[in-house]
Structure formats: structure tokens, C-alpha cells
């Protein structure tokens, strides 16, 4: 993550996750509030400069030539979520391998479990590793998909702290590459990452 938007969250996470609670509006610095939705929108920028004029963007040629900027929710700083990663208690590594959209499958390992709640309901993402590799990965479907958003579900970033502490932040839920072009292999959440709620944030489809 950029160093401006860590420092806004190690500050603010935890009275952002107050954000719109009666009685508690007035403890709330506007300015960290306002720098918070700034960087989201600076990134939400960049992406778009990424996507109109890199040669390396997922677009197709003739999209490219008409595209403007990617479709989004408007920024919710409610669905920003500061938590443990719960390991997995078993001894030896569980894998899982997800379905893509070529119809095949590609292999994780289940690196830990994450949970939140939304509206008074408590949810749960599983959270998986590369094979060989360091790097996380977290895809989810949600009651948005084939409806708002991309139909085989978006994925999340899984912004790491101290110890087993994760940031997880559904304004960045993004859509796989093969939703702009089906030449990419992209992998899809399975049932024990669809969430059954509508989660109205982050990227919505590209049409």
C-alpha cells in the first residue's frame, strides 16, 4: 500500500469503523476522512491512466479507443475492516483449487480466515496463498454479481500489518482481468467465499 494511505489507516481504522454511528460523528476528524476518500480516488485515478495508455492493460484494442474510467460505487469508508487472519489450526497444509473461467482449475493453499460484519451479521472470507509464494489472494462473489457487478464474482486486496493483522478494504474489490478480455485465465471464488449479502462497493461491471 502507498505510505500516504497506511498512515491514514494505522490513525483512523479503528474510528472509521465508527464512522456513521449515532452520538460519535463529532470524535470524527473530517480531515483524516477526507485524506482517506482522496487516496481512494487518487488510485481509482491512476488505475484509469493504467488502463487507457499502458501497453500492458487488460483492454481490448477497440475498447481501449472509447474508454473513459472504470465504473464505481460511490467510496464507503463502513466496509474498510481491520482484523486477525485466524490460521489454519490443522497440521499439515490444506489446498483448494478454484474453477477459472477456462474451465479448468488452479491450485491455493488456504492461508487463513478472515471475519467482519456488516449490519449487525458476522461473515467470513477465506483467505489463500500462491502455491510456492508469499503473495495472498482473495476473491468473493456477492449478491451484486451478474447484476451490478461482474458475474463470476471480484477480487481484494489483503493489505498486511504487524503480525497476523490484515486490512481489508471492499472500495478496492476489482474485477478479474478476464472481465475486460476473455484471453486471461482467471480464477473464481467458490462457494465458501459467496457472501450472501449485496456488497455495494468497490468496482461494479464493465460494460
Not at 474510528?15 to 456513521?20: A, E, G, N
Not at 454511528?21 to 470524527?28: A, F, K, Q, Y
Not at 472500495?171 to 476473455?182: G, L, R, T, V
Request: net charge positive; with cysteine; aromatic share 14%.
Amino acid at each position: 500500500m502507498g505510505k500516504k494511505w497506511s498512515k491514514y489507516l494505522l490513525v483512523g481504522i479503528n474510528v472509521i469503523l465508527f464512522l456513521y454511528v449515532p452520538g460519535l460523528s463529532e470524535e470524527i476528524d473530517p480531515n483524516l476522512v477526507q485524506s482517506m476518500k482522496k487516496e481512494i480516488e487518487e488510485e481509482r485515478a491512476e488505475k484509469d491512466r493504467f488502463f487507457k495508455e499502458s501497453p500492458r492493460s487488460p483492454l481490448k484494442s477497440q475498447d481501449i479507443i472509447h474508454f473513459k474510467k472504470l465504473d464505481y460505487y460511490p467510496i464507503d469508508l463502513r466496509y474498510v475492516f481491520m482484523g486477525d487472519i485466524e490460521g489454519n489450526p490443522k497440521a499439515r497444509t490444506e489446498y483448494i483449487k478454484l474453477p477459472t473461467n477456462k474451465g479448468n482449475f488452479r491450485k491455493y493453499v488456504k492461508h487463513g480466515k478472515f471475519r467482519f460484519s456488516v449490519d449487525g451479521r458476522e461473515f467470513v472470507l477465506t483467505i489463500y496463498r500462491y502455491l510456492g509464494r508469499h503473495n495472498l489472494f482473495l476473491p468473493f462473489k456477492d449478491k451484486t454479481n451478474g447484476l451490478e457487478t461482474y458475474e463470476n464474482g471480484r477480487y481484494l486486496e489483503v493489505e498486511l500489518m504487524e503480525k497476523n493483522r490484515a486490512i481489508i478494504d471492499f472500495n478496492k474489490a476489482s474485477n478479474p482481468y478476464c472481465a475486460y478480455n476473455p484471453k486471461y485465465t482467471c480464477p473464481y471464488a467458490n462457494e465458501e467465499n459467496t457472501l450472501d449479502i449485496a456488497i455495494r462497493c468497490g468496482e461494479k461491471r464493465f460494460d
